[in-house]
């Protein structure tokens, strides 16, 4: 085995990692034998020497990044093996072989034992976004094992890691296809027709995780008028009208968001007068939307991407939950989200319920939503559980 710097922990810090936490925080270490230059793999050891697992080197508060617990090399079949493991969770859990949908997360970061990668797969065509420059430095290998392990399922392959690598890094990060190149920007999702754009849009192109809340919108949406806000892309917008939907408004701040969401409606239901999109903020949208809606959707951006700002968050779920609850109509539905990694279950539970106290309607839950199985959480990694969702009976 070639030998990699070795990063030995203080006394006691070895604990979480022999429970398969995969972060050594900075804090930890006691000393680093050998040079570290970001990103690079280094090998984790005890005080007494003991061997812990091998990552990638990072600055930052969350100094190394465990991908294996085990005493390897990280060589070409490593990375497929990896791969392998994840593109079989996704054959078990059916995401594969459907007709319908052909558009699922091949790897889900530390969920699949790669923490700071991310995999997208949208109909032949492969998204990889780093989170680390050490998952960045290896990408054209990663593609590699995406293609060894795929075969012909994946036509091209996409690195669009310019805006999620850490910023201070001293890298110049290009966008750019590792493999092939452009196609179709068409995928499917349960029936539905999405225009994905992976190069310009947000994230990999596409929210991949609400797949299963979309289709459980689509069951309560018949005859009811929706409001679909921060609707990016449409998803909910459509699911709904494919339920049934007897008139479906959809709200983003962004203009380009609402052309994709037309777009994408008139993919779905050309022509279709029951749906109408607004560029708008959400705020000021919602301060006077009356009794005009019976079921309402609120899935926003992820208000908290650190913890000193959670307050500030959580008072934003406040405020815009209250909106909703305030106006709308009595037997009305609330699908009501939080994206933030820093927003605990409890934490979100508490917004929603004191805009409830606030709004004094009588309110039921009737469903607890989260990611979806293509999104997994690995359970000695419990921070990996970011995506929390309400459906509320309003009275
Ligand atoms: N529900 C979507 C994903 C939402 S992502 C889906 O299923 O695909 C969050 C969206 O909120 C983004 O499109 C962003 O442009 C929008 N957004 C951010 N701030 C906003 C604001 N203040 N008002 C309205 N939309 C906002």
Known sequence: ??????????????????????????????????????????TVYTFDDRFLGIGHSAIGSIAVRIFSFEEIYPDFAFWCSKLKLAYDLRCKIGLTSRKETNVFRLIHGEGDGLPGLIVD???????????????????DLLAQAIKAVLNDQVKAIYDKSSKTLPYKAAIEPVDGYLFGEKTTFEVMEYGNRFLVDWE???????????????KLLSEYSFG???????????????????????????????????????????????????????TADAFDFMRDIQDKYDLII??????????????QALQGYKKLNTKAFQQIR????LFTFSCSQ?????NFREAVFSAAAISKRKVRILHQLSQPGDHPINIYHPEGEYLKGLVLYVE
């Open 330 to 333: 009595p037997g009305g539905i």
């Open 342 to 346: 820093v927003v605990t279950k409890t």
């Open 1 to 42: 085995m070639l030998k990699f710097s070795k990063v030995v922990l203080k006394k006691g810090k070895e604990d979480s990692i022999l429970r398969f936490h995969p972060w050594i925080f900075s804090g930890a270490i006691d000393r680093i034998e050998g040079t570290v230059e970001e990103g690079d793999p280094v």
């Open 298 to 311: 609120l899935d926003p951006p992820a208000f908290a991407k650190h913890k000193n700002v959670l307050n």
């Open 224 to 278: 009811k008028n929706v409001l679909n806000m921060f609707c990016y892309t449409g998803g909910f917008s459509f699911s709904a009208m494919q339920g049934g939907a007897s008139l479906v408004h959809s709200v983003d701040s962004s203009a380009k968001a609402i052309e994709l969401t037309n777009a994408n409606v008139e993919l779905n239901f050309p022509g279709d007068k029951r749906h109408e999109a607004f």
């Open 121 to 139: 797969y949208y109909n032949g065509t492969v998204v990889i976004q780093a989170h680390t420059v050490g998952m960045w430095l290896i990408r």
């Open 200 to 214: 310009e849009g947000q994230k990999t192109g596409f929210f991949v995780d609400q797949r299963e809340n979309r």
